[in-house]
């Protein structure tokens, strides 16, 4: 097979929303702290909504980007909380999928701590091919070309052969 045509994985996010500034924003920060060892950012809202409670650039949730090895191994963390099995839905069109952890003591090794409660999180996974980096630099970023995008069912494909996961219609 051709090198260019090889999927890889690009990126793994970890997302807790909390929704308000405070306590609760800081156990998430804590919690993403504790399964990826690495220190979370915080995400900020876009637009004010009033019935809510939230103002404009108010901090709502924390993320974490893992890339590389360690990025390959929180999909393979994740998916065993899963039973290595996601619904078919969990796949966008460009062949990333996204599952949801009910509670962070899921993770191996994790205990439960009453200070932080129960938290979930949200695992984001972006896969690309190599040459993707065109559309995403500063000078002259181009198209990538409708036959180098992953698909969906590439995407699937991918995921079953590296993870030996297992997609439910």
């Not at 390959?72 to 963390?77: C, G, L, S």
């Not at 994790?110 to 200070?115: A, F, R, S, T, V």
Request: with cysteine; proline share 4%.
């Amino acid at each position: 097979m051709n090198k260019m045509r090889e999927i890889r994985i690009e990126k793994v996010v970890l997302n807790i929303g909390v929704g308000e500034a405070g306590e609760k924003l800081m156990k998430a920060q804590k919690v993403l702290e504790l399964v990826t060892g690495r220190k979370p950012i915080q995400t900020l809202s876009r637009s004010t909504i009033r019935d809510w409670g939230i103002r404009d650039n108010m901090p709502i949730g924390v993320k974490v980007t893992l890339r590389g090895k360690t990025a390959e191994e929180m999909v393979k963390r994740g998916l065993t909380i899963k039973n290595n099995s996601l619904p078919y839905y969990c796949f966008d069109r460009q062949g990333n999928f996204s599952f949801g952890i009910p509670d962070y003591t899921d993770f191996e090794g994790m205990k439960y701590d009453p200070e932080i409660g129960v938290v979930g999180m949200d695992i984001s996974v972006t896969l690309g091919r190599p040459g993707y980096r065109i559309m995403k630099r500063r000078t002259a970023p181009r198209k990538v070309s409708a036959t180098h995008r992953v698909t969906q069912k590439e995407g699937i494909e991918f995921a079953r052969a590296k993870f030996g996961l297992e997609v439910v219609e």
